[in-house]
Every structure is written in C-alpha cells, then in structure tokens.
C-alpha cells in the first residue's frame, strides 16, 4: 500500500498583485530572495514559494483534499481575492511502500513492460532507480523500502506500484 509523503502544487496569483510588497510587510514568517520569497505560516503544514512573477509553489501537504484549503490559506494570509487565483495543477506526488524484504538489488530484472530503465550502482547510491514508461521515478532499497517520485494522482502511484512488479526478483 502505497503511503503519500508530500504533494507539490502550483497555481499563478493575478499580476495586478505585488506579491513582493504583500511579502516583505510578513517578515515573522518569510524568507526573501532576490525573485522569491518563502512563506512559512506558523502552524501549518504547508510551505508556500511565491515568486514575484505571479507564480506560487506549495509543498508540505499530504492529502489531495488539503489543497483547497491550503490555497485559501494563502488568500487569508495575503488577502487574495478568489477569482485572482489561476488554475491549480498537481505537479508531484512523493510517496512510500514496502515490497517484500530484504531486497537483493543486483537479482533486479532488466527493463521490461512498464520499466524504461533500471539503475543500480552501489557505490554512488544504496538504491536502484527504476524509470516508468508513464513517467515518475522508483527507488529501491534493499530494506524493501520503495520511495515513488513523480506521481500525478492517486491512480499514477498505484500504476507506479504495479510496474515495479516487472523488475523485482523472484
């Protein structure tokens, strides 16, 4: 069963905004950068990196339904209206899992089916990176620990999980 870690998401502010000069009055809970700033509310979960271009990162929640309110969070924060916040897209999805344990790396399958590619070189890394032909990113580890790095949805995590399958020993 595959345990969600992080969900990275984005969505655009209305160039009407300043997002630099809304920024720099939160000094308690900002970091500012040359073309960026990071808002870290107190108490909260997620992270948000507003460039002053319009764009805005967030990082740091787990639970698709936690992105509305994590994007309603930054309009109280900010004093956003609705209608100046653009289309929200759903650009990472980290997640774990188990197989089975322990893993013996070096019996992994060449690429077959969904697998594109299997890397494994123990010197430079502990884990073997398997690539998906759907995209996103597996790393194995001989614990039987699985991080999946790239995910879209739900459904893309668990098509990550199943492909595996075709490279693991038997």
């Not at 209305?14 to 630099?20: E, G, I, R, T």
């Not at 289309?87 to 322990?102: G, L, M, Y």
């Amino acid at each position: 069963m595959v345990q969600i870690c992080n969900i990275k998401f984005s969505f655009t502010v209305s160039k009407k905004h300043n997002l630099k000069q809304l920024l720099h009055a939160r000094e308690h809970d900002t970091i500012h950068h040359s073309n960026y700033s990071v808002l870290r509310p107190s108490g909260t979960k997620p992270v948000y990196i507003l460039f002053y271009s319009g764009h805005v990162n967030c990082t740091g929640v787990r639970d698709s339904s936690s992105i509305p309110s994590s994007v309603s969070l930054l309009q109280q924060l900010l004093n956003l209206p609705e209608e100046d916040i653009g289309r929200i897209r759903v650009d990472n999805i980290s997640a774990v899992s188990k197989v089975k344990s322990p893993l013996a790396l070096w019996k992994l399958k060449k690429p077959q089916g969904e697998v594109i590619q299997v890397c494994h070189n123990p010197e430079r890394f502990a884990g073997a990176h398997v690539k998906l032909n759907k995209g996103g990113c597996c790393i194995l580890f001989e614990n039987g620990k699985v991080v999946f790095v790239g995910g879209k949805s739900i459904q893309h995590l668990n098509y990550m999980e199943k492909a595996i399958q075709d490279v693991l020993p038997t």
